[in-house]
């Protein structure tokens, strides 16, 4: 249902910017978790950022402690694009970002915000074929 592109990425100074891009294509119109995932060498893939819609379209936005106050993620009204805005970069944050789209079912607005099943790769159904971002000197 879903087919998702990541762009932005590449190599980068420790304090500088990236901003990925992640195209979404969808075939049936649904109400989607966008998220954002990287994986660094030898690591298992790790939770980002997030951005959904409620039906009356609330917004609401979720970060990785490590990320918070340094990224950005924000998408349009149509929701067929994500961003990343990454400020600050460090060392750490090179890896691998995947986009990654789920879709909630019956899960209540309430149960997203709260619950830690969304920020697990595991509940997270399509993805793209990630983007590379390194930070280096």
């Known amino acids: 249902q879903v087919r998702l592109e990541e762009s932005g990425g590449g190599l980068m100074q420790p304090g500088g910017s990236l901003r990925l891009s992640c195209a979404a294509s969808?075939?049936?119109?649904?109400?989607?978790?966008m998220a954002w995932f990287r994986q660094a060498p030898g690591k298992e893939r790790e939770f980002v950022a997030r951005?959904?819609?409620?039906?009356?379209?609330?917004?609401?936005?979720e970060y990785a402690d490590d990320v918070k106050g340094r990224f950005t993620i924000s998408g349009d009204s149509a929701e067929n694009m994500i961003y990343l805005q990454m400020n600050s970069l460090r060392d750490e944050d090179t890896a691998v970002y995947y986009c990654?789209?789920?879709?909630?079912?019956?899960?209540?607005?309430?149960?997203?915000?709260?619950?830690?099943?969304?920020?697990?790769?595991?509940?997270?159904?399509?993805w793209g074929q990630g983007t590379q971002v390194t930070v280096s000197s």
């Open positions: 951005l959904w819609w409620t039906n009356d379209y609330t917004r609401y936005m």
């Open positions: 969808v075939r049936t119109k649904l109400t989607y978790i």
């Open positions: 990654a789209a789920a879709t909630p079912g019956t899960a209540s607005a309430d149960y997203i915000r709260l619950s830690d099943s969304f920020r697990q790769k595991t509940s997270y159904g399509y």
